[in-house]
C-alpha cells in the first residue's frame, strides 16, 4: 500500500529565504505526482503536476522535481514570502486507486 | 467559470442524525472523490467514483454513503453510524487518466 511522507512537519523561515520542502513515496509504480498548497480553513489548491516521465515542473517562484526511482520528490519555493504562509500537500495515485496523501509540511514565513 | 461546489460550508449535527453534504462539479470530470481531512491526519479517501452509478469504497468507508445518479453530482451522507464525524470534508473530481484533481472548498461538520 502506498505510503506518502513529507518532511519536516513544520517550517519557519525569514522571509526572503529559499527553502526546500520533502516528499517520499514507498510505491514507485505512480504515473503522477501533484503538489498543493491548503490555506488554514480552505480547500486545496493545485500548485504543480509532474507526470512521471518528467523531471522537474515549474510555476513562477515554484520548482518541484520528481525523482520516481528513489521514491522522493522536493518542492523548492525561491525567495520566500509571508503570503507563502500554509500547509504544502503531496499526493500520488496508487496503481488504479486515487490520490494518497502525505501529513503535510506547515510552513511560516516570517516578515 | 468551472469548478466544484461544496455546500454547506458549515454543517451542525446532533447525535443520532444522518446529514448530507453536497458536491457539484461543472468541469466535465468522469471522476469525483470523498476525503475526510483530521488535525494531524492529512486526508483519508472516504469514496470514490469514476463513473456515474458507480462507485467504490476508500480507507474509511464506514458510516458513509454516496450516489451518483448524474456525472456533476456525488453527494456524501454521513449516517449515524459514524461515530466520531466531527471532521473537515473536501470533494475533488479529476479526468479519467494521468491527470491532476480539483478540489472544493470543503465542508466543517461538527457533531453538537
Known amino acids: 500500500k502506498q505510503e506518502v511522507t513529507q518532511i519536516p512537519a513544520a517550517l519557519s523561515v525569514p522571509e526572503g529565504e529559499n527553502l526546500v520542502l520533502n516528499c517520499s513515496f514507498t510505491d514507485s509504480a505512480i504515473y503522477n505526482l501533484q503538489w498543493f498548497r491548503q490555506d488554514p480553513g480552505k480547500g486545496l489548491t493545485s500548485l504543480l503536476l509532474i507526470q512521471s516521465s518528467q523531471r522537474e515542473q515549474t510555476s513562477g517562484r515554484l520548482n518541484a522535481s520528481l525523482d520516481k526511482s528513489s521514491g522522493r520528490s522536493t518542492l523548492y519555493i525561491a525567495a520566500s514570502q509571508p503570503g507563502d504562509s500554509a500547509t504544502y500537500l503531496c499526493?500520488?495515485?496508487?496503481?488504479?486507486?486515487?490520490?494518497?496523501f502525505g501529513k503535510g509540511t506547515r510552513l511560516s514565513v516570517i516578515a | 467559470d468551472g469548478g466544484i461546489t461544496q455546500s454547506p460550508k458549515y454543517l451542525f449535527r446532533k447525535e443520532g442524525q444522518n446529514v448530507t453534504l453536497s458536491c457539484e462539479q461543472n468541469?466535465?470530470?468522469?471522476?469525483m472523490y470523498w476525503y475526510r481531512q483530521d488535525p494531524g491526519q492529512g486526508l483519508r479517501l472516504i469514496y470514490y467514483s469514476q463513473i456515474v452509478n458507480d462507485f467504490q469504497k476508500g480507507d474509511i468507508a464506514e458510516g458513509y454513503s454516496v450516489s451518483r445518479e448524474k456525472k456533476e453530482s456525488f453527494p456524501l451522507t454521513v449516517t449515524s453510524a459514524q461515530k466520531n464525524p466531527t471532521a473537515f470534508y473536501l470533494c475533488?473530481?479529476?479526468?479519467?487518466?494521468?491527470?491532476?484533481?480539483?478540489f472544493g472548498s470543503g465542508t466543517r461538520l461538527t457533531v453538537v
Open positions: 468541469l466535465n470530470h468522469d471522476a
Open positions: 499526493a500520488v495515485p496508487s496503481g488504479n486507486t486515487p490520490l494518497v
Open positions: 475533488a473530481s479529476s479526468i479519467q487518466g494521468p491527470y491532476g484533481y480539483t
